[in-house]
């Protein structure tokens, strides 16, 4: 039997952070909080100094295999994940080709067998030809559910009509996860842009009645089918307005990106240009803020980095060939780390919307809590190391981030998956060994 005991850290728990151990046996936690009292000889980890949480899990990264791997790959991205305390990772399927049927699921897992450094699953893209088979693909194992782009963004995968993704929302059962931007107005828009347009004009291309045009479709067709939605990186004060007054309760869930929390226009375009380019974009401060209050009261359930790496080439282009997309999936929790820190979020609420939340809205069995029983996902993190972030540190190919030089408060140290360390001190150790989600209800 494999015992690690987690010695003399402060658990992050909903009442706060407390003093307490954590004994893990067999890849599990056996025993949490207070002196756990492992045996004579048991391997100890200290934690002194540490503050102790489960691992996080980002329900929204693009790893970008197979196909576009110049950008990213399963272990890059993964890698990236556990150097930034993400313990599991749910992958987006517009990639090329895009996964859209079981051969490309079962592709993706084959290629992340053995390469990715943590759990994960994939989704499986819907297209007005795979509607109808989606309710028995989104079952294989491995998959993550289905996504839905209502608006365009990278790669081609589209539903932009109502009649199609009422037929996708018939078919199945599970959570649908789901980009909501409007395209029949972003097809106006782009169509509509003067040469020399600037990315400081994106947040007006892609506006706010893009978005909110088709989350008031989206919400309509939850009510007229009953399917349940998740709704991808939420970008307005008008959509938070809109999932509060409509109150669908379970049906609808939201997440939020870190960049729609931290980020705001004008200046981040001045400083970043292209590089924070992304769908939906980055908005002004009022955004922000009203973003930042529906997820701390819940509006909106947790947090998806929307990992989207592009090459610095690739992002030099002219606005709009530009492609869309930064880089996040190791920054997530040095964020909210800082968000605890400068006084808008509290440390147990950390915990739902980077661990439970996504574990609750997708049904992830047996991750996202520090609680007996559950996968020992464990991340320790040192809050007295609050220096700048340093380019060095970053694992994703893409070797960029608008949060470079931030002096963010404090980074994962130790990071364990299911009982064994993975990344220490900005290093990996072992070798991948990442394993498909499983899923129960949700
Ligand atoms: O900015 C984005 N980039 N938004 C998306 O929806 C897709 C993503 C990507 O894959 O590059």
Same mark, same amino acid.
């Given at each position: 039997m494999a015992e690690l005991w987690v010695r003399g850290g402060r658990l992050v728990t909903e009442r706060g952070a407390v003093a307490g151990d954590v004994l893990i046996r067999d890849g599990v936690f056996a025993a949490v909080g207070g002196a756990v009292g492992a045996a004579p000889g048991v391997e100890v980890l200290d934690a002194t100094g540490m503050l102790v949480l489960p691992g996080l899990i980002d329900p929204q990264v693009h790893f970008r295999e197979p196909g576009l791997t110049h950008k990213e790959d399963l272990q890059s991205g993964s890698l990236a994940a556990v150097a930034g305390g993400v313990t599991s990772f749910m992958e987006m399927p517009n990639t090329k080709p895009a996964t859209i049927d079981p051969a490309a699921l079962t592709d993706k897992l084959a290629r992340a067998a053995g390469r990715a450094w943590c759990d994960h699953a994939f989704f499986l893209g819907a297209t007005a030809d795979n509607a109808e088979q989606l309710g028995e693909w989104? /079952?294989? %194992? =491995?998959c993550a559910g289905v996504k839905v782009f209502m608006g365009s963004s990278t790669g081609d995968l589209l539903v932009p009509d109502d009649a199609t993704l009422e037929r996708v929302l018939r078919s199945g059962t599970r959570r649908v996860a789901v980009h909501s931007e409007d395209e029949p107005r972003l097809r106006e828009r782009y169509a509509a842009l003067a040469a =020399? *347009?600037?990315? *400081?004009q994106h947040p007006e291309i892609r506006d706010v009645t893009c978005a909110v045009r088709a989350t008031t479709r989206l919400l309509d067709l939850v009510e007229r089918t009953g399917r349940r939605v998740h709704l991808l990186h939420v970008s307005t004060a008008e959509e938070v307005a809109l999932l509060r007054e409509r109150a669908l309760g379970s049906l609808v869930t939201a997440e939020v990106t870190p960049n729609h929390l931290f980020l705001s226009a004008p200046e981040c375009y001045r400083e970043h240009g292209t590089r924070v /380019?992304?769908?939906p974009p980055v908005r002004d401060a009022r955004h922000r803020d009203a973003l930042r209050q529906g997820l701390v009261d819940g509006v909106l359930t947790c947090i998806g980095s929307d990992h989207a790496p592009h090459t610095l080439t690739e992002k030099g282009r002219p606005y709009p060939e530009s492609p869309s997309g930064i880089p996040g999936v190791q920054t997530i929790l040095p964020l909210l780390l800082t968000a605890v820190r400068d006084g808008w979020l509290a440390l147990p609420d950390l915990l739902r919307v980077g661990c439970s939340g996504p574990a609750d809205v997708y049904g992830i069995a047996g991750k996202g809590r520090l609680a007996v029983g559950y996968d020992a996902d464990l991340v320790l993190v040192d809050p007295s190391e609050h220096g700048p972030l340093r380019e060095e540190w970053l694992r994703s190919r893409a070797g960029y981030s608008p949060y470079v030089g931030w002096s963010l *408060? =404090?980074? %994962?140290t130790v990071v364990l998956v299911r009982g064994e360390v993975a990344y220490r001190e900005h290093a990996t150790l072992g070798s991948p060994r990442g394993a498909p989600l499983h899923f129960g209800s949700a």
């Amino acid at each position: 039997m494999a015992e690690l005991w987690v010695r003399g850290g402060r658990l992050v728990t909903e009442r706060g952070a407390v003093a307490g151990d954590v004994l893990i046996r067999d890849g599990v936690f056996a025993a949490v909080g207070g002196a756990v009292g492992a045996a004579p000889g048991v391997e100890v980890l200290d934690a002194t100094g540490m503050l102790v949480l489960p691992g996080l899990i980002d329900p929204q990264v693009h790893f970008r295999e197979p196909g576009l791997t110049h950008k990213e790959d399963l272990q890059s991205g993964s890698l990236a994940a556990v150097a930034g305390g993400v313990t599991s990772f749910m992958e987006m399927p517009n990639t090329k080709p895009a996964t859209i049927d079981p051969a490309a699921l079962t592709d993706k897992l084959a290629r992340a067998a053995g390469r990715a450094w943590c759990d994960h699953a994939f989704f499986l893209g819907a297209t007005a030809d795979n509607a109808e088979q989606l309710g028995e693909w989104e /079952q294989l %194992p =491995g998959c993550a559910g289905v996504k839905v782009f209502m608006g365009s963004s990278t790669g081609d995968l589209l539903v932009p009509d109502d009649a199609t993704l009422e037929r996708v929302l018939r078919s199945g059962t599970r959570r649908v996860a789901v980009h909501s931007e409007d395209e029949p107005r972003l097809r106006e828009r782009y169509a509509a842009l003067a040469a =020399g *347009a600037s990315v *400081a004009q994106h947040p007006e291309i892609r506006d706010v009645t893009c978005a909110v045009r088709a989350t008031t479709r989206l919400l309509d067709l939850v009510e007229r089918t009953g399917r349940r939605v998740h709704l991808l990186h939420v970008s307005t004060a008008e959509e938070v307005a809109l999932l509060r007054e409509r109150a669908l309760g379970s049906l609808v869930t939201a997440e939020v990106t870190p960049n729609h929390l931290f980020l705001s226009a004008p200046e981040c375009y001045r400083e970043h240009g292209t590089r924070v /380019q992304m769908n939906p974009p980055v908005r002004d401060a009022r955004h922000r803020d009203a973003l930042r209050q529906g997820l701390v009261d819940g509006v909106l359930t947790c947090i998806g980095s929307d990992h989207a790496p592009h090459t610095l080439t690739e992002k030099g282009r002219p606005y709009p060939e530009s492609p869309s997309g930064i880089p996040g999936v190791q920054t997530i929790l040095p964020l909210l780390l800082t968000a605890v820190r400068d006084g808008w979020l509290a440390l147990p609420d950390l915990l739902r919307v980077g661990c439970s939340g996504p574990a609750d809205v997708y049904g992830i069995a047996g991750k996202g809590r520090l609680a007996v029983g559950y996968d020992a996902d464990l991340v320790l993190v040192d809050p007295s190391e609050h220096g700048p972030l340093r380019e060095e540190w970053l694992r994703s190919r893409a070797g960029y981030s608008p949060y470079v030089g931030w002096s963010l *408060a =404090g980074w %994962p140290t130790v990071v364990l998956v299911r009982g064994e360390v993975a990344y220490r001190e900005h290093a990996t150790l072992g070798s991948p060994r990442g394993a498909p989600l499983h899923f129960g209800s949700a």
